[in-house]
Each structure stands twice: as C-alpha cells, then as structure tokens.
C-alpha cells in the first residue's frame, strides 16, 4: 500500500508554511545551505499605516502559488539544481522593544553569514535593512546598495528607530558607498542638493527599458559586493497597495521582474524584501509580488554561480 504521507505535498492550500516549500530548519547554522529565508515581523519603526510585522507570513502563504510552479518562467534552469535553501522561520525577538530587535537581527544575520551561507530577509518594515547592512558588512566590507523604493530613506529628522532613516545612517557608518549605489523608483520628495546615492527616479524609470535600466545600475556598483533591498512600495499601488506608504506613479511588477533578470552578473551578496502589509492587501496582491520579487532575487543569487 502507498504510503500517502511520503506524498510531494504540491497542494496550493495545504501546509503552507515554509516560503517556496523549502525545508524547514530550527538552526540554520548547522545545515549544508547556500542560502537562509529569514523573516523579521518587524514594524515598530514605521511612520505610515502599521501591518508589516504579519509580512512574512503572508508572502510565505503567497509563495505556494510559485512552488506550485516548480520552474520559475523565463529563467532557464531550476532553482533547486542550483543551490540548497532553507526557511530558517522567522526571528523572535521582545514585541515592542526596538533596541531588543536591532541587536537580535544583526546577531541573527551575523551568524547565518559566518557560516558561509548567503540571507534573503522577508520584512517587515523597512528599517529591518539597517542592522541587516550591519551584519552584511563584518563579513564583505564597504557594499554598493540597489534600492527599489518610492523614498530615498535618507531623512536625518527621524527617530532613533524610523524606517525612513536607514540610508542616513548606513553611509555614515561606512556600511555602504552612496556613490556606487543606486535607488530606483522614487517619487516623494528629498534634498537633491545634498543627496549622494545616485538616483533613477520613478518617471525616468517608467521611461527607460528594463535593459537601460539594468544596465545603468551594473556601470555604478561595478565589482562591488551588493546587497539589493526592495521596498515593495517601489511598485504602483495599482500591483501593491498592501503597504503602509503607498504612493502613486510607481514602476509595473513586469518591470520590477524584467529588471531584476537583467542584473545578472553583479556580486550580489545579501537581499530582503520589505513593508508587505496584509492588513491593506486586496486578494493577495501586494504578498504574491512580494513572494515573486523574493523568488527572482533568490534566482538571481543562484545564476552567479
């Protein structure tokens, strides 16, 4: 007789824990993986509407319509042939203490690093990057950013905890080179007199190819190592309003995905994606773009080898 529970479980609402259908591990760190899924239900430093603290979540339940799938279209090979990746769950930390977190999410990542295993975070807001660019940067050194996002995030006027501060602080502390990063998407406003990171602005964006584009960003951070975060705000209301600061005129996921494939060939060494927040999603919209952004970047990471 079958043993039905040694059955493939390719169900699209059955078990939906792990992001893709990964393995789940308690300990990444002791595990043979090339790369860690590490969530962080994070959102006390957002300014806009709360929520993203359930992300994670919601873009694991979404990512079983791509583990559905199997073999992620257009790339050309498979992705579990590539490389061996693990959910490690999500990090737990004391709700309500911010400092508890920082210190938390840089120890969390740190240790994944020094194991010589690579991290895609799931957000949680946007300030979760920051002791992110903390870990990444003890073990890779100076790093060129590849933001996606509709704000620059390099407001100095914010609290000690804020996620529209973290590209403030993350130049000053010699994390990342502002000269060699760029930021793609942005629609609100910020200092253009005194702003170092080179910016592709949301109309420009709209304007170019996806090649010109790709293009453009792998002429600035050259052979830099990088660490490319993705506000998924970055993208029009109209393919994400599952989010806390939603603004209007933003780039197609179509776009968001033709870009990314088009990356192919940076030192990509650390990734996340950010403020998914269920409470403001309509039929899963906002987590499923952040489910398949997670997924691009994760094929990303595996053809640089």
Same mark, same amino acid.
């Given at each position: 007789?079958?043993?039905?529970?040694?059955? *493939?479980?390719?169900?699209?609402?059955?078990?939906?824990?792990?992001?893709?259908?990964?393995?789940?591990?308690?300990?990444?760190?002791?595990?043979?993986?090339?790369?860690?899924?590490?969530?962080?239900?994070?959102?006390?430093?957002?300014?806009?509407?709360?929520?993203?603290?359930?992300? /994670?979540?919601?873009?694991?339940?979404?990512?079983?319509?791509?583990?559905?799938?199997?073999?992620?279209?257009?790339? /050309?090979?498979?992705?579990?042939?590539?490389?061996?990746?693990?959910?490690?769950?999500?990090?737990?930390?004391?709700?309500?203490?911010?400092?508890?977190?920082?210190?938390?999410?840089?120890?969390?990542?740190?240790?994944?690093?020094?194991?010589?295993?690579?991290?895609?975070?799931?957000?949680?807001?946007?300030?979760?990057?920051? /002791?992110?660019?903390?870990?990444?940067?003890?073990?890779?050194?100076?790093?060129?950013?590849?933001?996606?996002?509709?704000?620059?995030?390099?407001?100095?006027?914010?609290?000690?905890?804020?996620?529209?501060?973290?590209?403030?602080?993350?130049?000053?502390?010699?994390?990342?080179?502002?000269?060699?990063?760029?930021?793609?998407?942005?629609?609100?406003?910020?200092?253009?007199?005194?702003?170092?990171?080179?910016?592709?602005?949301?109309?420009?964006?709209?304007?170019?190819?996806?090649?010109?584009?790709?293009?453009?960003? *792998?002429?600035?951070?050259?052979?830099?190592?990088?660490?490319?975060?993705?506000?998924?705000?970055?993208?029009?209301?109209?393919?994400? /309003?599952?989010?806390?600061?939603?603004?209007?005129?933003?780039?197609?996921?179509? *776009?968001?995905?033709?870009?990314?494939?088009?990356?192919?060939?940076?030192?990509?060494?650390?990734?996340?994606?950010?403020?998914?927040?269920?409470?403001?999603?309509?039929?899963?919209?906002?987590?499923?773009?952040?489910?398949?952004?997670?997924?691009?970047?994760?094929?990303?990471?595996?053809?640089?080898?």
């Amino acid at each position: 007789m079958e043993n039905v529970f040694e059955r *493939k479980d390719d169900s699209l609402y059955s078990n939906a824990y792990s992001f893709l259908r990964l393995p789940m591990v308690q300990d990444p760190t002791a595990t043979d993986a090339d790369v860690v899924v590490l969530g962080m239900p994070y959102d006390m430093a957002t300014t806009g509407r709360p929520g993203t603290r359930l992300g /994670p979540d919601a873009i694991r339940r979404a990512s079983v319509n791509l583990a559905w799938e199997a073999f992620r279209y257009p790339w /050309p090979f498979d992705l579990r042939d590539r490389c061996n990746i693990v959910d490690a769950g999500d990090l737990v930390f004391s709700c309500g203490d911010s400092e508890n977190f920082v210190d938390m999410a840089a120890s969390a990542a740190g240790q994944i690093l020094a194991s010589d295993k690579a991290l895609l975070t799931l957000g949680g807001d946007h300030f979760v990057t920051l /002791p992110l660019l903390r870990a990444h940067h003890t073990k890779f050194g100076l790093m060129a950013l590849i933001h996606f996002d509709a704000h620059t995030d390099t407001y100095s006027q914010g609290s000690r905890y804020d996620h529209g501060t973290m590209f403030y602080h993350a130049p000053k502390e010699g994390l990342i080179d502002p000269s060699s990063s760029v930021q793609i998407g942005i629609r609100t406003d910020y200092d253009r007199d005194n702003h170092d990171f080179n910016v592709i602005c949301a109309e420009a964006a709209n304007d170019m190819t996806p090649e010109d584009i790709a293009n453009h960003i *792998k002429a600035l951070v050259g052979a830099l190592p990088v660490y490319v975060t993705f506000d998924i705000d970055c993208l029009d209301p109209a393919f994400a /309003p599952g989010t806390g600061t939603p603004v209007i005129g933003g780039i197609t996921s179509d *776009k968001a995905l033709r870009i990314l494939r088009s990356l192919r060939g940076i030192n990509l060494v650390g990734m996340d994606v950010v403020e998914v927040s269920p409470p403001f999603d309509s039929a899963d919209i906002t987590a499923l773009a952040g489910a398949t952004i997670a997924t691009e970047l994760l094929h990303l990471w595996a053809s640089k080898e």
